[in-house]
């Protein structure tokens, strides 16, 4: 029940607030009769006193940060077209250098052209797709499990990647072009790209481990049969080691990064061991069928050029070159392609066939595989974002 004092005080309330303007004598209604919520309050200080006729706006510290974040980009933005002009002008010099000014090259690919059987040059021309298609495939599998991609994105990421490395020493843009393909460029992106090709290099050193035995069961096991089991036994313990990494990493990294120097790059590693075994087998399985794409195409150039050998040598020889190179570092597209020529044609010369038309395959295959995707990349890295918005990161794991 209520009191006749509080029926006084509401009536005095009620004189009062029709001498108020409307817009106040809502609000305050409103406020007597629902109450006012402390937060709410917090939230409006300034404007119930006087805070919009002095002009004042209150402002959002959230807004700050990105307003700084867009100034930097637009300071970064002339330095970027810069690099991506000078990486342009960089990858024509070489390519020019490589394939026109070098003479050896040149005459190779000139010859593929004119006095190469049509044949043989033309289905090495067509496999050129299909093995980019393969490691982009592989770079697909290994990326999903750190956002979602799509194929046409991780096709574009390893173009853009083959032009960076061909330019980098030893081809470490390969992980700059991969890594900004990405939305998020999470550092463990890093480690994914070291994954596929650690994947590919497994498969040469399976093969090429293969393809040198069978050169030294050649000519070293018939005089030397205790070295060349010797040395089959050490490749296969050798072959055993080599796959340990990828598939028992945890252990691997976690004896590894006890060493101090090598912490710093555990934030790069720390997703290797979450990647299923099926999904290392598939990795592996696609790096196995470039591979074979690879070994193809030498074939067909040879075919092309007018090499004859046998099947199984030219297989051993191929393996080998592969091996070779793989071992040898490189320090641009220039250096890359004299290692290609002396393996290459120290292997065939072995089986007794001429320089030439060897040197001409070998040269050949890399214009095809290398130089000419790395021209086609150059449009991928003219319209690659560097700067971007910072995105938020999914949680960890692997996608669906």
Aim: net charge positive.
């Amino acid at each position: 029940m209520i009191g006749p004092k509080r029926l006084e005080i509401d009536d005095v309330v009620a004189q009062h607030l029709h001498a108020l303007p409307g817009n106040l004598n809502h609000g305050v209604a409103h406020n007597l009769g629902a109450g006012v919520d402390a937060h709410d309050n917090l939230g409006q200080v300034g404007q119930g006193s006087g805070g919009e006729e002095s002009g004042h706006v209150p402002q959002s510290y959230a807004t700050k940060p990105r307003h700084a974040a867009r100034a930097r980009r637009q300071r970064l933005r002339p330095w970027v077209v810069a690099g991506k002009l000078a990486v342009t002008a960089l990858t024509l010099w070489l390519l020019w250098q490589s394939v026109v000014a070098d003479r050896a090259t040149a005459a190779a690919w000139r010859g593929l052209l004119t006095d190469a059987q049509r044949g043989p040059a033309l289905a090495a021309l067509l496999l050129v797709p299909l093995n980019w298609a393969l490691e982009a495939w592989k770079w697909w599998r290994l990326a999903r499990h750190l956002e979602p991609v799509s194929f046409a994105r991780s096709f574009r990421a390893v173009l853009t990647g083959l032009t960076l490395g061909f330019v980098t020493p030893n081809r470490v843009g390969d992980y700059a072009g991969r890594l900004l393909e990405l939305k998020n460029r999470r550092p463990e992106a890093l480690g994914a790209v070291f994954l596929g090709r650690y994947c590919q290099l497994v498969i040469t050193l399976l093969a090429g481990s293969g393809g040198v035995l069978y050169f030294v069961l050649r000519y070293l096991g018939p005089q030397y049969p205790l070295v060349a089991a010797g040395l089959g036994l050490t490749a296969v313990l050798g072959n055993a080691l080599v796959l340990l990494p990828l598939y028992r990493s945890r252990l691997l990294l976690t004896a590894v990064l006890q060493w101090r120097p090598l912490r710093r790059f555990q934030r790069y590693t720390a997703n290797l061991p979450h990647y299923p075994t099926a999904v290392l087998n598939q990795v592996l399985l696609l790096s196995g069928l470039r591979y074979g794409v690879f070994t193809a195409q030498f074939g067909l150039l040879l075919a092309a050029y007018g090499a004859k050998v046998p099947l199984g040598a030219a297989l051993a020889a191929i393996a080998g070159t592969f091996l070779l190179k793989s071992l040898v570092p490189s320090l641009n597209a220039l250096t890359d392609v004299g290692a290609r020529e002396l393996s290459a044609t120290h292997l065939f010369g072995l089986l007794g066939l001429p320089v030439l038309p060897v040197l001409s395959a070998s040269l050949s295959l890399w214009v095809l595989n290398i130089a000419l995707p790395s021209a086609a990349g150059l449009l991928f890295v003219l319209r690659l974002k560097v700067l971007r918005r910072s995105h938020r990161r999914p949680p960890a794991g692997p996608a669906a």
